[in-house]
């Protein structure tokens, strides 16, 4: 994906002065500086969710075992 499709406009003024960190996974406004992320540019996000289903799939079988 090339920068200009991933880079929306600021979602507080409107600018197209949007930068963008892989690394972290969220934008920057050059022009009033808000920052702001999505979920899909998250590199962490998969891992979050399948974490959080590990546990709850643990609690469930304490409490309910064959």
């Not at 920068?3 to 022009?31: A, H, L, M």
């Amino acid at each position: 994906m090339t920068e200009s499709t991933k880079t929306p406009k600021c979602i507080n003024c409107d600018s197209s002065q949007v930068r963008y960190n892989s690394t972290f996974g969220f934008y920057k406004c050059e022009s009033c500086s808000t920052v702001w992320g999505m979920d899909d540019d998250d590199p962490d996000y998969d891992e979050e969710v399948e974490e959080d289903w590990q546990k709850l799939h643990e609690a469930y079988f304490r409490r309910y075992p064959n």
